[in-house]
């Protein structure tokens, strides 16, 4: 951050950081701004406008510098702040995890959807709930928040994403509840279980190349990439997810617009009755869900 005027206050910060990003390519630049200076100066966002005037100390200034610059260089503000909300409440978030995304805000609401459509007499208790790919264990952690009843296992492969469930479970109150567990797809799922949720890697080789930058050289690969055509991971969870369901449990899969109606025929095909396509809170058909039979 360049010293070009004596008393740096919050408006003329906020001027030259969103110029400095714009210059740098970064996209929503004011966004950034606004979020960088509240966090270098310890306060809402709202506050930077009610008391725009304000000199910025030394020490400020200082938090400011590396913040500015890890923005400059195309790091998500996630990652820059250290944390993301997620249906109203705040997860960790570092380079080792996927960041929370509204679609996936769908993807647990698909599942809340269908807990309230059973039957009173029939709702599951303990209802178990298996978080395949947790990444931040937002997932499970939001289901189990809404769910007195819902106890979960948050399974990822990746130990450093382990970590940041973990911290993130703990900072909810939800480890007598939530279990974090290593392993790959449904191999740590020994008991059958009333719902598999997962927002799996699903972007395809070409397509990940075309991703933002932001995303693509600061996120989580594995988080991302599902192979030439978006489905190494999916094909294998829907395979087996037949053989850990319980009768009448439910599949809820996040995908991309491009294949969902082959997940959901891949749901058929594996066994599974009712695959349906729903679409996102914008619109988009990124959400596949179906069922697993009753045995009578």
Known sequence: MAETTDTWTTRSLLVWIEA???????EAPRVFARHIVAEALACDVMDLFTNADRPASTEERDRLRPLVA??????????LLGRAMFSFREFEVTADVLAPRDATESLVRSVL??????DPDDRPDPLLVADIGTGTGCIAITLAAEL?????????CSPEALVIAQRNIDRHGLGDRI????????????????????????????DFEQLNAIVRDH?????LRGGPDGLDVIRPLVAAAGE???PNGLLAL???TSHAQQVADLCTQAGLIEARVLRDGWGEERIVTARMASHC
């Open 219 to 223: 996120e989580p690969a594995l988080a």
């Open 179 to 206: 279990v974090a567990a290593a392993g790959h797809l449904l191999e740590p799922i020994t008991e059958p279980v009333h719902v598999i949720v997962s927002n799996p890697p699903y972007i395809n080789d070409a």
């Open 244 to 246: 850990r369901l319980l």
């Open 254 to 256: 996040e995908t991309c």
């Open 113 to 118: 959807t269908w807990h309230r459509g059973l």
């Open 20 to 26: 400095h990003l714009q210059a740098k390519q970064v």
């Open 70 to 79: 890890r923005a400059g260089a195309g790091e998500p503000l996630q990652q």
């Open 148 to 156: 007195e009843s819902a106890w979960a296992i948050a399974v990822d």
